[in-house]
């Protein structure tokens, strides 16, 4: 019995060993398929989005520029106003009793003028005959002097005096829309502090102002220099976008570019103008603006799902020689819809991965597809 069971237990380990003998070697996997894309270069117009807020195109304070009492509001609130419109008017009785008094004092200073000059016609005769001194007739013509000089002085002051009068009346020195007033009716206005009554702007057309940094800046004039872009960033069309995300239908042109950086902001100003007839932009209002500054011959775009993007930047899976893959940074651009805007860190021909990156790592072999 013993025997037995020890000629089935080394039967058993015989048949085991010839079995692990005869078993073929596992299979390795298939390198894992991805799809790709090739990178390829196509002219892409080189856009520069940036925060800004519209600013009127002419704005004016009105203020009152005598003294007085607000009689009433000649001009609804909010308006549109022509240039000369009459405004306010302030109490003129005040004003023009300076004008009479003014008026006064110019009669007597022409009368003493008449007067001092109808001396001097009766000296004449008198000197001639030698009746009447040479002092005295020079002391005549003096006082005459003295006469016409008051007569000057005392017009200017009445021509003053009138014109504080015609000041009672406040108009609009600009054409525009008329904002909110100020003062009310009855209050005192004084044209010593400049008393502010109200506002004007005009709205069409209408600024954009908005600042690029002066890194960004620097980088763009070497790329116009280098001609990695073309085009001239004077003469750029530039886009708007309202706060709500529709785009604004009209195109404005850049107007203004400041040639010096902000010490405190390390930003150079900019400034674009826009047609406003249908009063669609107000001043304050924010808005996103697009500059087209030039083009870029050579440029890359890649879908968006193919770029990883960390705080550091943004890195591709490349797909290079024996189909290994790599990371690769490269230099982001805009995003345009859902494509990258790649500015450097790919070449064209270069195989990148769009679909598929979840399963692969840097080192690994991979099938690759190309993309519809």
């Known amino acids: 019995m013993i025997k037995s069971g020890l000629a089935r237990r080394i039967g058993a380990a015989l048949f085991l060993a010839a079995c692990s003998k005869s078993a073929p070697p596992a299979a390795a996997p298939p390198p894992p398929e991805v799809r790709i894309v090739v990178v390829s270069a196509e002219p892409i117009p080189k856009t520069i989005e940036l925060p800004g807020r519209l600013q009127a195109i002419r704005t004016s304070e009105v203020r009152a520029r005598v003294e007085g009492i607000i009689e009433r509001r000649l001009y609804t609130e909010g308006t549109d106003v022509r240039e000369g419109q009459p405004l306010f008017a302030i109490d003129p009785r005040p004003l023009r009793a300076q004008v009479n008094a003014a008026a006064a004092t110019l009669s007597r200073a022409e009368a003493t003028a008449a007067n001092a000059q109808q001396d001097i016609t009766r000296y004449k005769g008198l000197v001639a005959q030698q009746a009447l001194s040479q002092q005295e007739y020079d002391a005549a013509l003096a006082r005459l002097r003295t006469a016409q000089a008051d007569v000057a002085q005392n017009r ?3 021509a003053a005096a009138r014109l504080n009068l015609s000041y009672a009346t406040v108009t609009a020195p600009i054409a525009g829309r008329a904002g909110r007033a100020e003062v009310t009716e009855g209050a005192l206005v004084s044209g010593a502090q400049a008393t502010l009554l109200t506002r004007i702007e005009q709205l069409d057309p209408i600024y954009a102002n908005f600042s690029q940094s002066s890194s960004a ?11 990695a872009t073309t085009g001239k960033i004077t003469s750029a069309p530039v886009h708007l976008v309202l706060e709500d995300g529709t785009p604004y239908r009209s195109v404005g042109r850049l107007d203004f570019f400041d040639m010096s950086i902000d010490s405190t902001t390390g930003s150079a100003a900019m400034r674009a103008i826009f047609p406003n007839p249908q009063r669609q932009l107000l001043p304050g209002q924010f808005v996103r603006v697009r500059v087209d500054a030039g083009v870029r ?13 960390t705080p550091n930047g943004g890195s591709v899976f490349v797909v290079g020689a024996k189909d290994v893959v790599a990371v690769r940074p ?12 790649i500015d450097s860190g790919l070449a064209p021909g270069e195989r990148v991965i769009v679909d598929g990156v979840q399963k692969v790592a840097p080192g690994a072999t991979v099938k690759p597809v190309v993309a519809k």
């Open 156 to 158: 200017a002051q009445l």
């Open 217 to 227: 800046v620097l980088d763009l004039r070497r790329q116009l220099r280098s001609g």
């Open 297 to 309: 011959p050579n440029g890359v775009r890649l879908p968006q799902r193919a770029v990883t993007v």
């Open 330 to 341: 490269v230099k982001l651009g805009q995003l345009e819809g859902d494509e990258w805007v």
